[in-house]
């Protein structure tokens, strides 16, 4: 080549340098999320908002129901000026307001817009505060809980709110990005003589928490330091972020009020109070209260063992790595004391499986990498019981059915839960409600979403919930899908929610256990609603038919009376009688006859006759049928048997034991009262004769 291209009077090239060595760059977990902030909700300013107010609510929540106390949680957004974030960050805002001025105006017109309230432009920043009644956080660990991406203590194997663990240390840095303020945080736990007051800052590049002040204030009342009563006990934290409430297009006001109303159905054991202020527009300033519904909680869930089908490579591996911290620990006991449903039995059999080179009194530092893969494949392949889901909690049909009535106020609501279920090896419950009616509900079937006893809000089309209702044939349970007005709440809570996207913002329709458990759930709910509109129905019909019995009271007790005059005229005057005689009831009549004559009977007494005949014709049905659907008043649940003194015959004792039953039964349903399961015992004879009647 090099003679070809001297002969050709061309100068040879030379080979090309190759390029120095990239250097490799590490970045901390704080500057990941910082740059791709849209995973964990904080897509806009907007939504921003919203998601700082949803983390820190169920991080209360979440911090009260772990002592078992009712939560009381107070939620304040205040709209403030640029006036009050950082003074490097004003300069910028004013700077870039100067340049889209328009022309100046003359003096009187600038003195004239001067009083008046000047016009949001930009960028609108807001304080956002939480207050509970929670745990609160220890004082030495409280800057590392909140000024540490991916440290804390929800990274367990439990049924969970949320969905990153991320919480406030997102809102810090979101506030660090837009305001440079920091967060303030005042905490104590319950029975601590001080409370924790620390204000910090992240450092996003080192992942480490800024502290400014971290000091302990005495928890004796309210003081200069703070406005809290003597033993308090919680947190309060307070961050001032950019966001934006109701101004224009991206405006999330109505997403956090819609939130918050679907968080109290879901949880009608929580008092919520929610107000935003606006200093500059008063007028916008709102208040809201959920109230507390119900005293009944349901129970923390418990942190799980991991169950052998769902384990990986990568999982077994870190649960050696602990194991192998404890002395004279072997493959048996690891088997059995790390893996659920793994018993002593189960242990063996699957060491048999695995071969000669494995032995139940193996040391877990024998174990290779090769056969740790070895042992994870036959664990995942091998046939499991599933799991109970003891140790999931729900919210309960009874909660559901109470938050459903207290906010949406529907005529008509029914609630199903299912047996547990099991997808990868993690227990799942759906609890279902189907409601109708409701003055807030639009017609047509409204879906309202809740993973893990929180509420969901974005992208409900791709939903499985949202698919599955779609599919319903609401027509075979009378029900119509466009123009009644459909509220359908489902909630799944497990150990793993299956979440699709990024964001996490619903669950994907593409697992048939879930999908089926929520149809049949919703199914359930739909037979029951049957069964209430049969029953309206007919109720309907009854009043209908008691409505044209009363029409024609009247004039039916005028024809009769006037046919009753008639008889006793002609009976004065000896004329011959037209009537049948009955020698059985000759007296009656004849007592009857005289009692026209004696002006005893009027017209008006035959009417109230007839209506009080129609009413209590119409209080024995609605009696019948209070008591069919449990909500008989307190008169009417009055003792019904009195037992007598001398002892009676084994069918009559078995009468009285049945009277007895339906008593409880009664009186419990009527009033909400507990009742002795031990009474309601019915013998078996019953069971056969219900048996027998039911065939025949």
Not at 643 to 655: F, G
Request: glycine letters at 6%.
């Amino acid at each position: 080549k090099f003679e070809i291209a001297h002969r050709l009077g061309a100068q040879p090239t030379t080979p090309a340098m190759p390029p120095a060595a990239a250097k490799v760059q590490s970045r901390s977990p704080a500057e990941f999320f910082a740059e791709h902030k849209s995973i964990a909700g904080f897509d806009n300013p907007g939504k921003s908002l919203y998601t700082t107010v949803r983390e820190f609510v169920e991080n209360s929540l979440d911090a009260a129901e772990e002592i078992d106390m009712l939560p009381n949680i107070s939620v304040h957004i205040e709209q403030v000026s640029s006036l009050d974030v950082s003074d490097l960050y004003n300069k910028r805002a004013e700077k870039k307001a100067d340049t889209t001025e328009t022309a100046p105006a003359d003096d009187a017109a600038s003195a004239a817009d001067s009083k008046k309230p000047a016009k949001k432009k930009g960028k609108a920043f807001y304080r956002v505060t939480v207050m509970d009644n929670g745990g609160g956080m220890p004082h030495d660990d409280l800057p590392f809980m909140l000024g540490r991406v991916l440290s804390g203590t929800k990274y367990t194997l439990k049924q969970a709110r949320g969905r990153f663990g991320l919480g406030a240390k997102m809102a810090l840095i979101w506030s660090k990005m837009t305001t440079a303020q920091p967060l303030d945080v005042y905490t104590a736990r319950p029975g601590q003589s001080f409370v924790t007051y620390c204000q910090l800052d992240l450092d996003i590049h080192k992942n480490q928490p800024n502290i400014l002040k971290h000091n302990k204030l005495p928890n004796k009342g309210p003081c200069d330091a703070h406005q809290f009563p003597a033993g308090w006990h919680g947190t309060q934290i307070s961050v001032v972020i950019e966001g934006n409430w109701s101004a224009g297009v991206g405006a999330y006001r109505w997403k956090i009020l819609s939130y918050m109303r679907r968080l109290a159905v879901i949880t009608p054991y929580a008092e919520i109070l929610l107000r935003y202020t606006d200093p500059e527009q008063p007028k916008n300033c709102m208040k809201i209260r959920y109230a507390r519904r119900t005293s009944v909680m349901p129970a923390c869930p418990k942190e799980v063992k991991h169950h052998p089908s769902s384990v990986d490579l990568v999982v077994v591996t870190d649960l050696i790595r602990q194991a192998s911290q404890k002395s004279n620990m072997t493959l048996k006991k690891f088997l059995t004391g790390y893996f659920s449903n793994v018993t002593s039995d189960a242990a063996n059999d699957l060491i048999v499986e695995l071969g000669h080179k494995f032995e139940a009194s193996m040391p877990l530092e024998q174990l290779d990498k090769a056969r740790v893969q070895h042992l994870v494949q036959l664990m995942t392949q091998k046939d499991w019981p599933n799991p109970t889901g003891e140790s999931l909690s729900p919210a309960g049909t009874y909660n559901l059915y109470l938050g459903i009535m207290k906010e949406m106020r529907p005529d008509l609501i029914s609630t199903h839960e299912e047996p547990p279920h099991v997808f990868q090896g993690h227990a799942f419950v759906v609890e279902a409600a189907v409601s109708l009616g409701g003055k807030t509900v639009k017609a047509g079937i409204n879906p309202y979403r809740f993973a893990n006893r929180i509420p969901l809000l974005f992208e409900p089309g791709s939903d499985v919930i949202t698919k599955t209702a779609q599919e319903i044939k609401w027509g075979t349970y009378k029900i119509n899908k466009t123009e009644d007005k459909i509220g359908v709440f489902v909630s799944i809570v497990s150990t793993k929610i299956p979440f699709k996207g990024t964001n996490k913002e619903f669950i994907s329709d593409e697992i048939p256990a879930i999908k089926e458990a929520v149809k049949n759930a919703l199914q359930k709910c739909c037979t029951q609603l049957k069964a209430k509109i049969a029953k309206r129905k007919q109720l309907k019909l009854h009043q209908e038919r008691k409505s044209n019995l009363s029409k024609y009271i009247p004039n039916v007790a005028k024809s009769v009376f006037s046919v009753l005059l008639e008889v006793a005229e002609d009976d004065a005057e000896g004329a011959p009688s037209k009537r049948l005689h009955l020698e059985e009831n000759a007296s009656a009549v004849d007592g009857l006859i005289q009692s026209v004559k004696d002006e005893n009977i009027t017209a008006k007494l035959i009417e109230q006759k007839l209506a009080t005949h129609v009413d209590q014709y119409d209080a024995s049905e609605a009696l019948e049928y209070t008591t069919r659907i449990g909500r008989a008043s307190q008169a009417q649940s009055a003792a019904v048997f009195i037992a007598p003194q001398e002892p009676m015959p084994a069918s009559e004792a078995l009468v009285c034991k049945l009277r007895t039953c339906e008593l409880v039964l009664w009186q419990s349903l009527c009033h909400n009262k507990s009742y002795d399961e031990a009474a309601f015992q019915a013998p078996p004879q019953w069971e056969e004769e219900q048996q027998q009647q039911q065939q025949q």
